[in-house]
Nanobody, 118 residues
Framework: QVQLVESGGGLMQAGGSLRLSCSAS????????MGWYRKIPGKQRELVAS??????VSYTDSAKGRFAISRANANTVYLQMNSLKPEDTAVYYC?????????????WGQGTQVTVSS
């Protein structure tokens, strides 16, 4: 079983920066696809950034040029968020898509609140 723990959220003024971290415990046998999602009240959960096991990255349009996803190893992923805007306010969740017994499984963190004030 893989457990994910996010950290780094908080309150920030517009224009500021935050770095979210997500660390995994448990057995991860190969580099997973890692992603950051966010949930804004009243809206569907949105994929903000993803990083494949071979290094491919993608971002939602609103994050392009401001956010950067990176990983330290197979267990740790970051989301650097710059030029924050009030509309970035959300609960951010990390996701690992791991190969378990020849099948892909999704693991989620508990979420970390990011609040951006204007």
């Amino acid at each position: 079983q893989v457990q994910l723990v996010e950290s780094g959220g908080g309150l920030m003024q517009a224009g500021g920066s935050l770095r979210l971290s997500c660390s995994a415990s448990g057995h991860i046998y190969s580099i997973p696809t890692m992603g950051w999602y966010r949930k804004i009240p009243g809206k569907q959960r949105e994929l903000v950034a993803s990083l494949t096991n071979i290094g491919g990255v993608s971002y939602t349009d609103s994050a392009k040029g401001r956010f950067a996803i990176s990983r330290a190893n197979a267990n740790t992923v970051y989301l650097q968020m710059n030029s924050l805007k009030p509309e970035d306010t959300a609960v951010y969740y990390c996701n690992f898509r791991c190969l378990v017994n020849s099948s892909l499984r999704d693991f989620w963190g508990q979420g970390t609140q990011v609040t951006v004030s204007s």
